[in-house]
Protein backbone atom coordinates (compact mmCIF):
# COMPACT_ATOMS: atom_id res chain seq x y z
CA UNK A 1 0.00 0.00 0.00
CA UNK A 2 2.81 2.38 0.79
CA UNK A 3 4.15 1.92 -2.54
CA UNK A 4 1.34 2.64 -4.33
CA UNK A 5 0.79 5.56 -2.59
CA UNK A 6 4.54 6.92 -3.51
CA UNK A 7 3.63 6.17 -6.90
CA UNK A 8 0.64 8.37 -7.05
CA UNK A 9 2.35 11.33 -4.98
CA UNK A 10 5.43 10.71 -8.10
CA UNK A 11 2.25 11.13 -10.83
CA UNK A 12 0.69 14.09 -9.08
CA UNK A 13 4.24 15.90 -8.56
CA UNK A 14 5.17 14.76 -12.43
CA UNK A 15 1.73 16.57 -13.71
CA UNK A 16 2.27 19.39 -11.60
CA UNK A 17 5.59 20.16 -12.76
CA UNK A 18 4.28 19.74 -16.42
CA UNK A 19 0.99 22.16 -15.88
CA UNK A 20 3.47 25.19 -14.14
CA UNK A 21 5.63 24.35 -17.49
CA UNK A 22 2.38 24.79 -19.90
CA UNK A 23 1.59 27.94 -18.53
CA UNK A 24 4.64 29.75 -18.68
CA UNK A 25 6.45 28.73 -15.72
CA UNK A 26 9.53 28.15 -16.98
CA UNK A 27 9.85 31.84 -18.19
CA UNK A 28 8.31 33.07 -15.24
CA UNK A 29 11.34 31.28 -13.35
CA UNK A 30 13.60 32.69 -15.49
CA UNK A 31 12.37 36.28 -15.05
CA UNK A 32 12.58 35.66 -11.63
CA UNK A 33 16.29 34.69 -11.74
CA UNK A 34 17.17 37.63 -13.70
CA UNK A 35 16.01 39.98 -12.05
CA UNK A 36 17.38 39.25 -8.79
CA UNK A 37 20.45 38.51 -10.57
CA UNK A 38 20.59 41.81 -12.31
CA UNK A 39 22.48 40.26 -14.77
CA UNK A 40 21.24 42.12 -18.01
CA UNK A 41 23.57 45.23 -19.88
CA UNK A 42 21.39 47.65 -18.48
CA UNK A 43 21.14 46.92 -14.66
CA UNK A 44 25.61 46.82 -15.07
CA UNK A 45 25.24 50.27 -16.62
CA UNK A 46 22.94 51.20 -13.59
CA UNK A 47 24.85 50.25 -10.93
CA UNK A 48 28.09 51.83 -12.81
CA UNK A 49 26.33 54.79 -12.63
CA UNK A 50 26.90 55.02 -9.19
CA UNK A 51 30.90 55.18 -9.84
CA UNK A 52 31.20 57.49 -12.58
CA UNK A 53 29.13 58.63 -16.09
CA UNK A 54 30.60 56.12 -18.43
CA UNK A 55 28.27 57.75 -21.68
CA UNK A 56 31.12 59.24 -23.27
CA UNK A 57 33.39 56.10 -23.76
CA UNK A 58 33.72 54.81 -27.70
CA UNK A 59 32.48 51.32 -28.38
CA UNK A 60 35.82 50.07 -28.14
CA UNK A 61 35.17 49.93 -24.61
CA UNK A 62 32.59 48.11 -22.73
CA UNK A 63 31.58 47.47 -19.08
CA UNK A 64 31.57 43.96 -17.90
CA UNK A 65 30.92 44.15 -14.19
CA UNK A 66 29.67 46.34 -11.99
CA UNK A 67 29.35 45.14 -8.49
CA UNK A 68 29.71 45.93 -4.50
CA UNK A 69 31.22 44.02 -1.51
CA UNK A 70 32.76 44.57 1.96
CA UNK A 71 31.95 48.03 1.51
CA UNK A 72 33.58 48.71 -1.76
CA UNK A 73 31.74 49.56 -5.41
CA UNK A 74 34.01 48.68 -8.51
CA UNK A 75 33.09 48.40 -11.95
CA UNK A 76 35.31 46.44 -14.55
CA UNK A 77 35.24 47.35 -18.12
CA UNK A 78 37.34 45.95 -20.74
CA UNK A 79 38.85 47.04 -24.52
CA UNK A 80 37.63 45.08 -26.69
CA UNK A 81 40.47 44.85 -28.85
CA UNK A 82 43.18 44.02 -26.91
CA UNK A 83 41.50 42.50 -23.51
CA UNK A 84 42.91 45.31 -21.50
CA UNK A 85 40.83 45.46 -18.09
CA UNK A 86 40.46 49.20 -16.75
CA UNK A 87 38.73 49.01 -13.00
CA UNK A 88 37.58 51.41 -11.13
CA UNK A 89 36.92 50.95 -7.05
CA UNK A 90 35.33 53.65 -5.01
CA UNK A 91 37.00 52.95 -1.55
CA UNK A 92 34.74 55.12 0.34
CA UNK A 93 35.53 56.13 3.89
CA UNK A 94 37.99 53.09 3.33
CA UNK A 95 40.63 54.20 1.20
CA UNK A 96 43.44 51.95 0.44
CA UNK A 97 45.01 54.97 -1.36
CA UNK A 98 45.01 58.59 -2.13
CA UNK A 99 46.47 61.24 -3.86
CA UNK A 100 48.73 62.30 -0.63
CA UNK A 101 50.27 58.76 -1.15
CA UNK A 102 51.75 59.42 -4.23
CA UNK A 103 53.08 63.03 -3.44
CA UNK A 104 54.58 61.83 -0.24
CA UNK A 105 56.23 58.92 -1.93
CA UNK A 106 54.27 55.96 0.37
CA UNK A 107 52.47 54.45 -2.78
CA UNK A 108 55.00 52.14 -2.66
CA UNK A 109 54.73 50.84 0.60
CA UNK A 110 51.20 51.10 0.70
CA UNK A 111 50.67 48.76 -2.25
CA UNK A 112 53.21 45.96 -1.03
CA UNK A 113 50.74 45.97 2.40
CA UNK A 114 47.99 45.74 0.20
CA UNK A 115 49.26 43.15 -2.20
CA UNK A 116 50.53 41.17 1.32
CA UNK A 117 46.90 40.41 1.69
CA UNK A 118 46.85 38.06 -0.79
CA UNK A 119 49.81 35.88 -0.33
CA UNK A 120 47.82 32.82 0.76
CA UNK A 121 44.72 33.19 -1.58
CA UNK A 122 43.48 32.06 -4.82
CA UNK A 123 45.43 34.77 -6.15
CA UNK A 124 48.91 35.62 -5.70
CA UNK A 125 50.91 38.71 -6.81
CA UNK A 126 55.07 38.32 -6.52
CA UNK A 127 57.59 40.72 -7.81
CA UNK A 128 55.54 43.76 -7.82
CA UNK A 129 57.99 46.51 -9.73
CA UNK A 130 56.97 50.09 -9.64
CA UNK A 131 58.61 51.57 -12.91
CA UNK A 132 57.66 54.78 -13.39
CA UNK A 133 55.40 57.72 -11.97
CA UNK A 134 53.11 60.31 -13.75
CA UNK A 135 49.90 62.07 -14.19
CA UNK A 136 46.89 61.86 -16.27
CA UNK A 137 43.71 63.10 -16.87
CA UNK A 138 40.58 61.60 -15.01
CA UNK A 139 37.49 62.53 -13.43
CA UNK A 140 38.03 66.27 -15.04
CA UNK A 141 41.52 66.53 -12.87
CA UNK A 142 45.26 65.83 -13.08
CA UNK A 143 45.48 62.27 -11.35
CA UNK A 144 49.05 61.00 -10.18
CA UNK A 145 49.69 57.38 -11.23
CA UNK A 146 52.63 54.31 -10.81
CA UNK A 147 53.53 52.26 -13.49
CA UNK A 148 54.50 48.49 -12.70
CA UNK A 149 54.88 45.28 -13.29
CA UNK A 150 54.45 42.09 -11.51
CA UNK A 151 53.80 38.27 -11.82
CA UNK A 152 50.29 37.03 -11.17
CA UNK A 153 50.43 33.19 -9.90
CA UNK A 154 47.73 30.66 -9.90
CA UNK A 155 46.47 32.37 -13.02
CA UNK A 156 47.19 31.85 -16.73
CA UNK A 157 48.20 34.99 -17.16
CA UNK A 158 51.69 35.46 -15.72
CA UNK A 159 52.94 38.42 -15.66
CA UNK A 160 51.29 41.92 -16.40
CA UNK A 161 51.65 45.72 -16.59
CA UNK A 162 49.53 48.52 -15.77
CA UNK A 163 49.26 51.65 -13.90
CA UNK A 164 47.45 52.19 -10.40
CA UNK A 165 46.22 55.40 -9.53
CA UNK A 166 44.12 56.84 -7.11
CA UNK A 167 41.61 60.09 -6.84
CA UNK A 168 40.25 62.17 -3.83
CA UNK A 169 36.62 62.81 -5.44
CA UNK A 170 35.95 65.03 -2.13
CA UNK A 171 37.17 65.20 1.47
CA UNK A 172 35.92 61.50 2.87
CA UNK A 173 35.92 59.79 -0.55
CA UNK A 174 38.60 58.26 -2.48
CA UNK A 175 38.84 56.22 -5.56
CA UNK A 176 41.19 53.91 -7.09
CA UNK A 177 41.87 53.59 -10.91
CA UNK A 178 43.39 50.42 -11.77
CA UNK A 179 44.61 49.70 -15.69
CA UNK A 180 46.49 46.38 -16.75
CA UNK A 181 47.04 43.57 -19.51
CA UNK A 182 49.68 41.08 -20.39
CA UNK A 183 52.54 42.81 -19.69
CA UNK A 184 53.96 43.10 -23.64
CA UNK A 185 50.18 44.06 -24.54
CA UNK A 186 49.72 47.04 -21.86
CA UNK A 187 48.88 50.23 -23.85
CA UNK A 188 49.33 53.52 -21.55
CA UNK A 189 47.13 55.44 -25.07
CA UNK A 190 44.00 52.75 -24.21
CA UNK A 191 44.18 53.85 -20.22
CA UNK A 192 44.20 57.31 -20.78
CA UNK A 193 41.45 57.97 -22.98
CA UNK A 194 39.14 55.45 -20.94
CA UNK A 195 39.93 57.30 -17.67
CA UNK A 196 39.83 61.38 -19.49
CA UNK A 197 35.95 59.91 -20.49
CA UNK A 198 34.71 58.84 -17.22
CA UNK A 199 33.31 61.95 -15.44
Same mark, same amino acid.
Given at each position: ????????????????????? *?????????????????? *????????? !? =????? !??????? !????????????????????????????????????????????????????????? =?? @???????????? @?????????????????????????? @??????????????? !????? *?????? =??? @????????? =???
Amino acid at each position: MGCIKKILQIIILALALIGFF *SIGGKEWVTDLYNKYMNN *SKEATLERA !S =KIGDF !SALSDEY !SIDKAASAFGYEGVLAEHEATGQKLIIVNTAKKPILTEADFKNGTVNEKLQDFLKKF =KY @QSLQVDDFTITK @QGTMNAYNHSVPYVRFTAKINKLPIG @QVGGIISAIDTDKNN !SKMLI *SLNENK =KYS @QLITEEFFR =KVK
